[in-house]
């Protein structure tokens, strides 16, 4: 690991896949909706329907990822990447001396990125659906809370923002950390699925995506959501 | 016949003010042994939110056109009209002995530190508001009329962002 031939492996040497194809949609739509979401709320307050849109967007990605980590394959299951706080702190330690060992999923501290910006996005877009910008738009479910609540959501919901923006630096640090120090391409495994042989061995590769399955799933999701949104008591906006 | 109709507005918002502020004034008691009614800082508190409950009671049942409802220039003018008076208030509301802080103010300190960028922030929604009482007094088109209305909306949104406790 780490020598020269390493950033050529490509040529020479064989891929497996690890990342099943919902798994890199969801990855790259979470990305699509979460700079979405920013762009519609710096373009003011009559792109708000757009920014809802991509709220929406992050829930049912969110909740999908969720259930992927249940019923999806085997490097999307939390309980074949969530790891424990002894594993971390050791694989950190392996990071700090500059030799970690490449994992076929995710490493432990990849893994705990996973899990802060699943929980951090999922709460923040469901904080934005209860929000009052005070000015004349409101969330869908506005109409649920009152309006001391709501203000106090959305001040969560700005704030939060900005967590989730430093959650997102470090993630794509540690992608570029890899990348110039390791020779590890992450991104290029997100798009492909695929990593090197020498990381995946053949017993850790997946040989199907069950994207069927992912679809269903999907589609249950929107259908609840679409529920919960239309159920929603009229969202009347008061001072 | 507009001017008639505007100054009509104009005092139907003062009377609505005035009712806001003197409910807001009853609220609080004076000091004991200070003098009577509130201090400068509190009346201008009191005064610039009274002035912002109107301007959000104003102006958000427009939001709708931002979303596509179709604009009636009569009813845009009649409540641009008043939120270029409710605007015109904040003027001399943001003194420097009411920058109290929370819980007494959203108002950020910033604000006063920035202070010609803030009174040029003013001076701007004020020439917004009355471009939007132009265009609908004019009768302007549907896409002009919901320009100027966004044109405001942006300021309200610009300005909170960065002189409004989030």
């Given amino acids: 690991?780490?020598?020269?031939?390493?950033?050529?492996?490509?040529?020479?040497?064989?891929?497996?896949?690890?990342?099943?194809?919902?798994?890199?949609?969801?990855?790259?739509?979470?990305?699509?909706?979460?700079?979405?979401?920013?762009?519609?709320?710096?373009?003011?307050?009559?792109?708000?329907?757009?920014?809802?849109?991509?709220?929406?967007?992050?829930?049912?990605?969110?909740?999908?990822?969720?259930?992927?980590?249940?019923?999806?394959?085997?490097?999307?299951?939390?309980?074949?990447?969530?790891?424990?706080?002894?594993?971390?702190?050791?694989?950190?330690?392996?990071?700090?001396?500059?030799?970690?060992?490449?994992?076929?999923?995710?490493?432990?501290?990849?893994?705990?990125m996973v899990v802060v910006l699943l929980l951090a996005l999922g709460v923040q877009a469901i904080l934005g659906l209860f929000g009052n910008d005070e000015i004349v738009n409101v969330g869908p479910l506005y109409g649920y809370v009152s309006d001391a609540v709501s203000l106090r959501l959305t001040s969560l919901h700005r704030h939060l923002f900005y967590w989730i923006a430093a959650a997102i630096g470090i993630h794509v640090a540690a992608v570029l950390i890899h990348r110039v120090f390791h020779g590890e391409r992450l991104v290029k495994a997100m798009i492909s699925g695929r990593k090197p042989s020498h990381i995946v061995g053949a017993h850790d590769a997946i040989h199907a995506s069950r994207?069927?399955?992912?679809?269903?799933?999907?589609?249950?999701?929107?259908?609840?959501?679409?529920?919960?949104?239309?159920?929603?008591?009229?969202?009347v906006a008061s001072n | 016949m507009t001017r008639v109709i505007a100054a009509r507005h104009i005092r139907i918002g003062a009377a609505l003010l005035g009712t806001a502020v003197a409910a807001a004034a009853h609220a609080q008691t004076a000091p004991a042994g200070g003098p009577p009614g509130p201090?400068?800082?509190?009346?201008?508190?009191?005064?610039?939110?009274?002035?912002?409950?109107?301007?959000?009671?104003?102006?958000?049942?427009?939001?709708?056109?931002?979303?596509?409802?179709?604009?009636?220039?009569?009813?845009?003018?009649?409540?641009?009209?008043?939120?270029?008076?409710?605007?015109?208030?904040?003027?001399?509301?943001?003194?420097?002995?009411?920058?109290?802080?929370?819980?007494?103010?959203?108002?950020?300190?910033?604000?006063?530190?920035?202070?010609?960028?803030f009174d040029q922030k003013l001076k701007g929604f004020q020439a917004d508001l009355a471009a939007l009482v132009k265009v609908s007094a004019d009768k302007g088109a549907p896409d002009a009329i919901k320009a100027a209305l966004v044109t405001v909306g942006q300021d309200c949104k610009g300005c909170h962002e960065k002189y409004r406790e989030q």
């Fill in chain 1, 1 to 112: 690991m780490g020598s020269p031939i390493d950033t050529n492996s490509d040529l020479r040497e064989g891929h497996r896949t690890v990342w099943d194809l919902p798994v890199r949609i969801f990855h790259w739509l979470l990305v699509a909706a979460f700079v979405g979401a920013f762009v519609t709320n710096k373009l003011g307050v009559a792109y708000f329907g757009w920014h809802v849109l991509c709220g929406y967007a992050v829930i049912v990605l969110v909740a999908f990822r969720i259930v992927w980590g249940v019923v999806g394959t085997r490097h999307a299951l939390f309980r074949n990447f969530v790891r424990g706080p002894i594993e971390t702190l050791r694989y950190a330690a392996s990071v700090l001396r500059g030799r970690p060992p490449a994992y076929a999923g995710h490493n432990p501290l990849g893994a705990l």
């Fill in chain 1, 211 to 235: 994207s069927w399955l992912a679809a269903l799933v999907v589609v249950l999701l929107v259908g609840a959501l679409a529920w919960v949104v239309e159920t929603a008591p009229a969202a």
């Fill in chain 2, 39 to 117: 201090s400068p800082a509190r009346q201008a508190v009191d005064a610039r939110r009274a002035a912002f409950v109107l301007i959000g009671g104003n102006f958000r049942p427009l939001g709708a056109i931002l979303k596509g409802a179709p604009a009636d220039a009569a009813d845009v003018e009649k409540k641009a009209t008043r939120l270029a008076f409710l605007a015109s208030l904040l003027d001399e509301n943001f003194p420097d002995v009411s920058n109290l802080g929370q819980p007494d103010t959203k108002a950020k300190a910033d604000l006063w530190a920035n202070r010609a960028d």
